[in-house]
């Protein structure tokens, strides 16, 4: 499965639009739920500046990074004349989901402050006046200089014209730019591709990668506040998820730090040790550094004053109240901080966010006794503690861990916590991070404890949602998880297994191969078939027109040859370059490794990335047109993105046909904790339509030889609750075998704390006997190979029916 922190996408092009000869253009592209153009600002060193250089900042409005290798921002004067070319600055790196990049212009003369450290730079000298702007997937100069002729450029990503510029979007350029003033998006990203609704002028604000700031004071600098304001923090929390105060700013808002954060977003946490009566109002705030590093301690007294902002992580997250631009003053040291709020399975609710018709909730009045995203959100930057928590996600590369609040909460057989239907959340799960570099988090598998007490701040992210920042973790139990072997199979049994290798190609280092490779040979006792995906091309992510897997697979089974496995052949179908989705430049795909010693691979030969394979009848029964193919691949259902593998194998002497399969990613879907209740599944869409190819194509295997014997299996990055499991079982072609576990065990991948079902197994009528496992090596685990746990279905082929 591709995810938000592991995945990228690249736009390939904006959507053009029909103009008529009179209208001026609407748009250039459908509203970006990926990379924007967020402000722009070209009065950097022009006389009356603060800023020494101009600046053009993007954001990623996406929940996965936007790759830039490739891209540039290019500007051209607001009225351009015959010889007005476009000048272009090369971009490289990436957007963060949520983030911002930022590239610097030409310096001036004037102003006094620096840009924070710019994640690109280039030489442009941009009017303070007049101008456009536009992010371009390519490097060759843009050579449109209307409005009209510019819509109709689909290498333009986003585009905002400023002062009285010819070239904009929608009814109008953005005004109000000056030496002092930039035009930027508000913090929930919106783009209706109308400039002049999407933009605003005001004062500068370039953040970098690293969400680094310049301009304004620092806490602790000269000019803090020195008495008490009449704002207290539940004033500016409110009784909402959006601050009553946002875009006011505020004076000498008492409280105690109770939390210092150094990197990343730097800032620290007040609390008001006077809070009110109103449970729904939150008595903490982050007060936002920017680029400055926080000059006070846990336990200070200060007074703080800045401007109320919502930062919306992407555009589909909650918010962050935060105040930005702070001056401080410190009162007193070493004060005792204020006890914090006890989170276990009495205090949070069962229930978990209100809806909204899938609308935004950001205004709902907080109902924290009832919703548990209230709960958290009425705690939203204040202290609390858990005690003795259950591990139900391991610890990542980020140095997080998720765990539960209430350990009898669809708890799995070894530890984690189930996710068993849309209506169901699992309220007591919170993800951990360590405010303190030198405790991190401890490296936890799933069903480990942190026991004793964890205590820390009430913090939101894109990733996850609420979080608790720890200034106090408790102390690692070791629960013993040990990764399963399963059982080998009968002579009489043929085994099939599935397995995501997570973009295996024959660049990575050996223990990848190593390690994956003993999952196949041990864990899985060496099935007779393999199907697995997201196999690479050779180079990887190297995008050059490779599209052989040749090496990748030659690596892989010495591999498994080493581990003590049998020396696998393999088929696959290779991709037309470019065309399957995934990494770019990986050529992801399909791949089947045989035990030739156990089971033989009919090979028909025909088929290649376009052609489509179909079901022959014949008086024997049913076989295929070509051996390996593919499912229809000109449907619009595989549009860049993984096509199924169909393959044809004889097991003492009896057919099996096989189908891998790797769905559409759930990128771009509405988070669970986001703003929008019920999240919109976008990428539902997609799987639904893949599912009911596949379904069409069983369909016609089994019309040809009801007692044909199929596997459907792989990826499908689907419950088996799902709208797209309905389409891929309509009929009752096929069986999912995942139902068929009890329901503590129905689960081979984690996310977000959430013990869940992406990979599956199907099978036709005619496999009546089969003995099924899930084999847990991976997503319960710190140290994994992959992010998926694969399976294995043992078939009796004597007890499957025959067809004479």
């Avoid at 004053?305 to 001056?327: I, N, R």
């Avoid at 052989?548 to 290779?574: C, H, M, N, Q």
């Amino acid at each position: 499965m591709q995810i938000a922190r592991t995945g990228s996408a690249l736009l390939a092009g904006a959507v053009a639009v029909t103009l008529s000869v009179t209208a001026l253009p609407a748009a250039f592209a459908a509203p970006s739920s990926s990379a924007v153009i967020s402000e722009v600002y070209g009065g950097g060193g022009n006389s009356g500046a603060t800023l020494t250089r101009d600046f053009i900042e993007l954001a990623n409005a996406g929940s996965s990074p936007f790759g830039l290798s490739g891209f540039s921002v290019q500007y051209l004067p607001g009225a351009p004349s015959a010889g007005s070319l476009w000048q272009v600055s090369e971009l490289s790196g990436a957007v963060a989901p949520g983030g911002r990049y930022l590239v610097a212009q030409a310096a001036g003369t004037g102003g006094t402050v620096a840009l924070p450290t710019a994640d690109a730079t280039g030489t442009v000298a941009m009017s303070a006046s007049s101008g456009t702007v536009a992010l371009v997937s390519g490097t060759t100069p843009l050579t449109c200089k209307t409005a009209a002729d510019c819509a109709v450029d689909t290498r333009i990503v986003d585009l905002v014209g400023y002062g009285s510029a010819v070239v904009r979007e929608g009814s109008g350029p953005v005004t109000g730019t000056s030496a002092t003033a930039s035009v930027a998006r508000g913090t929930a990203l919106d783009d209706t591709d109308d400039n002049a609704a999407d933009l605003t002028a005001g004062t500068p604000t370039p953040v970098n990668a690293a969400g680094e700031t310049s301009g304004g004071s620092g806490p602790g600098e000269p000019g803090g506040p020195t008495e008490p304001g009449t704002v207290r923090v539940h004033d500016i929390q409110g009784t909402t998820r959006v601050s009553p105060l946002v875009g006011q700013s505020v004076t000498g808002v008492p409280g105690v730090v109770t939390g210092v954060r150094t990197s990343g977003s730097r800032g620290y946490w007040i609390q008001d040790t006077a809070p009110d009566a109103d449970p729904r109002t939150s008595e903490g705030l982050f007060v936002y550094t920017g680029s400055a590093a926080p000059t006070v301690s846990v336990g200070d007294s200060v007074l703080v004053s800045g401007k109320v902002a919502e930062y919306y992580p992407s555009s589909t997250t909650q918010s962050l109240t935060q105040l930005t631009a702070p001056t401080s003053t410190v009162l007193s040291s070493g004060n005792a901080l204020p006890a914090p709020v006890v989170l276990d399975a009495k205090s949070v609710p069962g229930a978990y966010v209100p809806t909204a018709g899938g609308g935004s909730i950001d205004t709902l009045a907080l109902e924290p006794a009832a919703y548990a995203l209230d709960l958290y959100e009425s705690l939203e930057g204040t202290r609390v503690t858990v005690a003795d928590t259950r591990v139900t996600g391991a610890t990542t590369a980020y140095d997080e861990v998720w765990v539960t609040v209430k350990p009898k909460e669809n708890r799995t057989r070894r530890g984690g916590t189930l996710y068993a239907s849309y209506e169901d959340q699992n309220t007591g799960r919170i993800k951990v991070m360590s405010l303190n570099a030198a405790q991190p988090v401890p490296v936890a598998d799933v069903g480990d404890v942190l026991s004793g007490s964890t205590t820390g701040v009430i913090d939101y992210a894109s990733f996850g949602g609420y979080n608790l920042q720890a200034t106090e973790l408790g102390t690692l139990t070791d629960n013993g998880l040990r990764r399963e072997v399963t059982r080998k199979q009968k002579r009489k049994e043929l085994a099939v297994a599935t397995y995501n290798v997570e973009n295996l190609d024959a660049l990575d280092e050996q223990a990848k191969f190593d390690t994956l490779a003993s999952g196949v040979a041990v864990s899985l006792s060496s099935p007779d078939i393999v199907s697995l995906e997201e196999i690479q091309d050779d180079n990887g992510a190297t995008n050059d027109g490779t599209v052989g897997s040749e090496a990748t697979l030659k690596r892989f089974t010495d591999a498994i040859v080493a581990a003590g496995g049998p020396r696998y052949a393999w088929r696959y179908v290779a991709p037309a370059d470019g065309r399957d989705g995934g990494e770019p430049g990986g050529n992801i795909r399909n791949v089947f490794l045989f035990n030739p010693e156990r089971v033989d691979f009919v090979d028909r030969a025909g088929g290649d990335a376009t052609t489509a394979v179909k079901a022959v009848k014949t008086r024997k029964g049913v076989t295929l047109s070509v051996s390996p193919g593919r499912i229809n691949p000109a449907s619009a259902a595989w549009d860049d993105s993984r096509k199924p593998l169909v393959g044809e194998f004889r097991f003492r002497g009896e057919p099996v046909f096989v189908i891998g399969n790797h769905f559409a990613s759930k990128g771009g879907d509405q988070p669970l904790h986001g703003r929008y209740q019920e999240p919109v599944r976008s990428s539902e869409t997609k799987r639904v339509q893949q599912a009911t190819e596949v379904n069409s194509f069983v369909t016609s295997l089994l019309k040809a030889d009801k007692s044909a014997r199929v596997v459907t299996l792989g990826d499908l990055n689907d419950f088996a609750f799902s709208p797209t499991m309905d389409a891929l079982t309509r009929g009752r072609v096929l069986k999912p075998l995942i139902t068929t576990l009890p329901a503590s065990e129905q689960y081979s991948y984690v996310y977000d704390g959430n013990s869940q079902t992406l990979d599956h197994i199907l099978t036709s009528p005619a496999i009546r006997r089969f003995d099924y496992d899930v084999v847990h090596i991976n997503a319960e685990f710190a140290d994994q190979a992959s992010d998926h746990d694969p399976q294995i279905v043992r078939i009796d082929v004597n007890g499957s029916g025959h067809r004479h």
